[in-house]
């Protein structure tokens, strides 16, 4: 893989990112707000699924709200993301942080999915309650966990470069 990463970083158009003065930090600071969006965002569900904020307000409402403006975030934090990749691909691929950071956003689509196929079906029968069944709440407490992972694992990356 080491191979291909040399390449891709010492493509023209990786180099001219790496090298421009203003375009890699706005791609950096563009990572680093849709994050923050997009992550502030998933808190709020997750929030809510533990019970701790907008006990009033159904699931269902909170997820239909977020959810419109979180994945078009994650979206974004995945295309700067793999834009910052590509601009050092070799050192990014050998930081044992950046490894841990996309093994953790692989856990984090797992329990996404897991909570869609197990409990998003059956959110009508808690939906209203105050607090989630046990079993949401779980994926919630462990998306937060995970997130605060990425977040650390991301800055960790970015230190060891």
């Known amino acids: 893989m080491l191979p291909l990463f040399h390449w891709i970083q010492n493509t023209s158009w990786a180099t001219s990112l790496r090298q421009a003065d203003l375009l890699f930090p706005l791609v950096e600071g563009s990572h680093i707000l849709a994050l923050s969006f997009s992550v502030g965002l998933i808190l709020m569900l997750d929030l809510r699924l533990l019970g701790m904020a907008f006990r009033t307000e159904p699931v269902s409402r909170i997820m239909s709200q977020v959810m419109p403006w979180a994945l078009p975030g994650f979206a974004v934090m995945l295309v700067t993301g793999l834009l910052l990749f590509c601009a050092k691909a070799e050192s990014v691929y050998t930081n044992r942080y950046f490894r841990v950071k996309v093994l953790?956003?692989?856990?984090?689509?797992?329990?996404?999915?897991?909570?869609?196929?197990?409990?998003?079906?059956?959110?009508?029968?808690?939906?209203?309650?105050?607090?989630?069944?046990?079993?949401?709440?779980?994926?919630?407490?462990?998306?937060?966990?995970?997130?605060?992972?990425?977040?650390?694992?991301?800055?960790?990356?970015?230190?060891?470069?």
């Not at 998306?143 to 970015?158: N, Y």
């Open 104 to 161: 953790t956003l692989a856990l984090l689509g797992l329990n996404a999915a897991f909570y869609q196929y197990k409990y998003y079906p059956r959110m009508a029968e808690w939906d209203k309650d105050p607090a989630a069944p046990a079993g949401p709440k779980i994926v919630a407490l462990v998306s937060l966990v995970l997130w605060v992972a990425v977040i650390v694992c991301g800055r960790l990356t970015a230190y060891e470069l």
